[in-house]
């Protein structure tokens, strides 16, 4: 059966329900629950019923598979050669141009912070904060810092495993 995470203030999720693995069976579900368990299965009723198509198909989907790996080879394929001449030919669009410049290259160099800022260059301070994570999650643990200001400054994101779409 499984089991609820619980929720911490710490952890900056406002999810209850972050991390729990939902099982069909489990009488405890509640109906949001239910339902998300619910589309999981509709979808892995459509995931098999293409599956059982296929296998009956099986000599239309391995010419199509054959055709669609050759097209997918040859986009590549002419994708390099368009990109490699920097132009446009057929649906391959150069549509736009970005001009980036290394100010760092530059002012190495030009060689002086005169000459540079003579020709359009600036020198400027930037702050940047960083955080020692382990000595923020003890402080969030201690109250050092106010559980209301957590959730402003900790996001909690989750990654997921997941079937491909088809094609």
Known sequence: ??????????TGSTNPLSGKRLIAADPTLTEPERAVVR???DFEVAE???TLFE???ADVFGVYKQLIEERNQKLQAAETAVRGLDVSCGPFDRYTESILYDAAILFQHLGSRAKFLEVGGSINTETVYSIDRERVEVAIKTG??????????K???SSYHTPKLKI
Not at 145 to 152: F, K, Q
């Open 55 to 57: 296998e009956e198909h």
């Open 1 to 10: 059966m499984a089991t609820k995470k619980k929720a911490s203030k710490a």
């Open 144 to 153: 050092a810092i106010p559980a209301n200001v957590v959730p402003a400054f």
């Open 39 to 41: 589309t999981v299965q």
């Open 48 to 50: 098999k019923t293409i």
């Open 155 to 157: 996001k909690v994101s």
